[in-house]
């Protein structure tokens, strides 16, 4: 009999742990629900902001991503989830990309503004879980980003540490590196343009 109690409050004990397990997920799946428009409606706004800001007073219109740029093979390349073509008074004035580089606390996801000259017209990072104080500079400290701007958009630009002239942020060589190989990227794709 005590054999029973044991199975039967086991039996119990599982049912209770299915019912909060569903109660929960459901709950979730309603917040979910009622949050995602919200998010996304933040994200937009976000990268309208960002692009307004590297090349203003312009137009975007969005531009094909190929999936060998949303998903590349190589694990450690910077993803590009989506871009843009700018166009000021009828006239090309370039592309925003924007581009997922992985940091050192992950991916940091970054707009790239490239001029139809082909030189960069800005960087701005609009996410990122970098360490504070370290590697957050990339996005807090505008005079470090702003390095970019001007730069040949060729997709060689290296930090000092590797031999080239973006000077890294001081304990955060990894998030300068992969800021550096966001805008390398950026600058590859939209070369594949034309």
């Not at 086991?10 to 917040?31: D, N, W």
């Not at 992950?106 to 970098?130: M, P, Q, R």
């Not at 390398?184 to 343009?193: E, R």
């Amino acid at each position: 009999m005590n054999d029973s109690k044991k199975g039967g409050g086991i039996v119990m004990l599982v049912v209770v742990l299915g019912l909060i397990t569903l109660i929960c997920a459901l709950l979730l799946g309603v917040v979910n629900q009622i949050t995602a428009p919200k998010i996304e409606a933040n994200q937009k706004a976000t990268l309208d902001a960002a692009m307004a800001e590297i090349i203003p007073d312009a137009k975007f219109e969005a531009v094909d991503v190929s999936d060998d740029y949303k998903n590349p093979a190589d694990k450690n390349a910077a993803a590009i989830t989506q871009a843009f073509k700018a166009t000021k008074d009828g006239q090309d004035a370039g592309y925003c990309v924007e581009v997922m580089p992985k940091g050192f606390g992950g991916a940091l996801t970054l707009i790239v503004g490239i001029n139809s000259d082909g030189t960069v017209a800005g960087t701005k990072v609009t996410a990122h879980a970098e360490t504070p104080g370290l590697g957050a500079k990339a996005q807090q400290d505008p005079s470090w980003i702003a390095q970019f701007a001007g730069k040949a958009a060729d997709g060689s630009l290296k930090v000092t540490k590797d031999g080239g002239e973006i000077n890294a942020i001081t304990g955060a060589t990894i998030t300068s590196r992969a800021v550096t190989k966001g805008v390398n990227t950026a600058a590859q794709f939209v070369a594949t343009l034309g």
